[in-house]
């Protein structure tokens, strides 16, 4: 049993109560249409929500899921107008080639569409027959701007299927953004990536990409190096985003072809480059991707991810450093290096002072868990340059299982926390951080009391063994006063030490975010909490009637 739900946002002329008719019906939608697959009854209603109109479409238990896109195909014929067309179909098993190839017929049939986005994330029954009619029914639609498609785990489409969809993507000249995910699709190798080079060649009006080949592990150096000298030709490019992570056949060599081509888009504004688990790039390509870097001067956004490639070491490190000092137009960095073991302070300290320099970042997310020769000199760097940094408005450190690092770490990362007074977001990581206690912790909760215009909080101190009631406490003090809070996550898994009497602590002052929408709070594995404990927790998020999610663990009996 599938539920079909569409919603159409934009003007309405004249909004309209339809009945729940399930009989064929002219819809008139002006130009935003969403189809979403969930799991409900029959039905077909034409409603009215927050000024736009939202079609509901459900499925006949008895009905598979490609007879439900066959009628639901007909619904989105007979919308005029359409721009942009929203389906999402993740998870639906049963969908088949032979519903790909109906809802095709219809899509022909949008001449005015200029945004589709379409998710058959594991629909795995999908092959590259499916991908093949899909094609066929976009390749038509020459007004299209924008375009998304998800086929996550469908790994029954192979370089065939990349090879007809190229086809397609020739024929879109007009295309200004698109989006791929073929994460999972394990049948693709480089020869795939190479038809998707002849077709990303001629987009030439292309603004923005985003190619997500992610656990494809049959990739290699050249299927980079065919994406990479696509990118040569699209001059325009302001934003990209590439995930090759655990495809651990590339190397320095396809790293290094793809830095070559970067530097010349000097219009970029965004870059996004996920190889975690390629466990053979090295220091040598990561220079050279730095001295690409520092190039691109009109850079807003950048986010590099090479966790788990544990040949990096700080001198990769220092280079991309000395990348950041030129780019002054940074608004974000994310610099994800975990598990890179032979990083230590001195690749911190080169970090932390080259951020300083970026006065106008606004986000940073600094991931060195697992980095374990790091102390708490590397902390004292990263809270030096936030002492600079006041505009900053998000902020995530992951400093897991980094066991040198102790009280007097965190002593010091609170003399820049404090300073931060628009920070609207804070992410902090010291998960397995063994030699943190209670002073530590109360350090860092009074700074946070000071960030009163914090909206989202997540502090993980798991299996930190001397973090007792007392931490808890100076954590709860500190929440008294963030009245603004949405999102709270606290992890305090295998604190041995803490009772029910912390829980009692953070339950008073939960009372106060009457602000919280969501909160995640994790006491696994702390022997001296018992269910009274957990149900005062829970009784009092149950009474803020503006929280309508929130997890506990355990779970309160």
Known sequence: ?????????????????????TN??????????????????????????????????????????????????EVVKSVKGVRKLVI???????????????????????????????????????????????????????????????????????????????EMLQRLTCLQSIS???????????????????????????????????????????????????????????????????????????????????ERLTSLKSISLHFAACKDITDQSVNSLSDSLQRLTSLRSLSLDFELCDQITDRGVNNVSESLQGLTSLLSVGLNFLACDDITDEGVTSVSESLQRLTSLHSISLNLGRCVQITDEGVTSVSESLQRLTSLQSISLNFKQCRKITD???NRLSVGLQRLTSLLSINLDFERCNDITDQGVKSVSKSLQRLTSLQSMTLHFAVCYHITDQGLKSVSESLQRLTDLQFLSLNF?????????????????????????????????????????????????????????????????
């Open 88 to 166: 999402d179909c993740q998870d639906s098993e049963s969908i088949t080639d032979q519903g790909l190839k109906i809802l095709s017929s219809g899509l022909q049939r949008l001449t005015c569409l200029q945004s589709i986005g379409l998710n058959f994330a594991g629909c795995r029954k999908i092959t590259d027959q499916g991908l093949k009619s899909l094609g066929d029914g976009l390749k038509s639609l020459t007004c299209l701007q924008s375009i998304s498609l998800n086929f996550e785990g469908c790994d029954k489409i192979t370089d065939q299927g990349l090879q007809s969809f190229s």
């Open 24 to 73: 064929k019906k002219m819809i008139c939608l002006n130009s935003h249409l969403e189809i979403v697959l969930t799991s409900e009854t029959l039905g077909l209603q034409l409603c009215k929500r927050k000024n736009a109109p939202q079609v509901k479409f459900w499925g006949k238990r008895e009905e598979t899921s490609d007879e439900i896109l066959k009628r639901l195909t």
């Open 493 to 557: 898994v295998g604190s041995l030490e803490i009772t029910d009497q912390g829980l009692n602590s953070l339950s008073e002052s939960l009372r106060s975010l009457t602000s919280l929408r969501f909160a995640s709070l994790h006491f696994a594995g702390c022997k001296d909490i018992t269910g009274q404990g957990l149900k005062s927790l829970k009784e009092s998020l149950q009474k803020l009637s503006c929280l309508p999610n929130f997890v506990i663990f355990p779970l309160p009996l």
């Open 180 to 262: 791929l995910n073929f994460e999972r699709c394990n049948e693709i190798t480089d020869q795939g990536l190479k038809s998707i080079n002849g077709g990303l060649q001629r987009l030439t009006c292309l603004k923005s990409i985003s190619l997500n080949f992610r656990k494809c592990n049959e990739i290699t150096d050249q299927g980079l190096k065919s994406i990479s000298k696509s990118l040569q030709r699209v001059t325009d490019l302001q934003s990209i985003s590439l995930r090759f992570a655990a495809c651990n056949k590339i190397t320095d060599q396809g790293l290094d072809s793809l830095s070559d081509s970067l």
């Open 408 to 410: 007097q770490g965190l």
């Open 1 to 21: 049993m599938l539920s079909k739900v569409a919603s159409q946002q934009g003007k309405e002329e004249d909004s309209q109560t339809a009945s729940s008719q």
